[in-house]
T-cell receptor, first 114, second 112 residues
Framework: AQSVTQLGSHVSVSEGALVLLRCNYSSSVPPYLFWYVQYPNQGLQLLLKYTSAATLVKGINGFEAEFKKSETSFHLTKPSAHMSDAAEYFCAVRPAGSARQLTFGSGTQLTVLP | EAQVTQNPRYLITVTGKKLTVTCSQNMNHEYMSWYRQDPGLGLRQIYYSMNVEVTDKGDVPEGYKVSRKEKRNFPLILESPSPNQTSLYFC???????????FGPGTRLTVL
């Protein structure tokens, strides 16, 4: 079985500051890992994914995440926050090669302060 | 435009009145799934389908049914809705095991 833990249900940063959203996973087999963003009243949009290639993954809107097997982590970062980054962010895992759909974390609400 | 559509987007109903939420994708994807989103719980998978006539339970299937008679459609059926099924529902589809999952816009269901 797989699971995802997102540390911090709410994170606030100042505009221009570093964004760090934490995600730890557990999986009995090598995982595929994903970060999704959800803007208010909208569906989920894929930010980036890790599927066993490069461990540092770059996504859209300047976000990136690094897969660290030893720490079972897949933290999401962005060097400089923008007001438009305010949204809810979800980390998700699926065992590699599995037909099952994603297992999601509980989400982190990002607030960007002016 | 490649997309997943859901209907209705908003629905208020009463306990016990059967309802169906439709989901359709135009990308010829094999895999489709339904999730519900509740505050503090993230998204939880209800059912998924690997192809026509192939479905399986997710993490929270109780009170729901699905069918996959055509590749593009994956309706979610609530035979006897209850207030604890008040939630935001998302349909999603993807092509293969490692590929991106595309989400529909969501259906906000309220059961009184």
């Amino acid at each position: 079985a797989q699971s995802v833990t997102q540390l911090g249900s709410h994170v606030s940063v100042s505009e221009g500051a570093l964004v760090l959203l934490r995600c730890n996973y557990s999986s009995s087999v090598p995982p595929y890992l994903f970060w999704y963003v959800q803007y208010p009243n909208q569906g989920l949009q894929l930010l980036l994914k890790y599927t066993s290639a490069a461990t540092l993954v770059k996504g859209i809107n300047g976000f990136e995440a690094e897969f660290k097997k030893s720490e079972t982590s897949f933290h999401l970062t962005k060097p400089s926050a923008h007001m438009s980054d305010a949204a809810e962010y979800f980390c998700a895992v699926r065992p590699a090669g599995s037909a099952r759909q994603l297992t999601f974390g509980s989400g982190t609400q990002l607030t960007v302060l002016p | 435009e490649a997309q997943v559509t859901q209907n209705p987007r908003y629905l208020i109903t009463v306990t016990g009145k059967k309802l169906t939420v439709t989901c359709s994708q135009n990308m010829n994807h094999e895999y489709m799934s339904w999730y519900r989103q509740d505050p503090g719980l993230g998204l939880r998978q209800i059912y998924y389908s690997m192809n026509v006539e192939v479905t399986d339970k997710g993490d929270v299937p109780e009170g729901y049914k699905v069918s996959r008679k055509e590749k593009r459609n994956f309706p979610l059926i609530l035979e006897s809705p209850s207030p604890n099924q008040t939630s935001l529902y998302f349909c999603a589809s993807r092509e293969g095991v490692g590929n991106e999952q595309f989400f529909g816009p969501g259906t906000r269901l309220t059961v009184l």
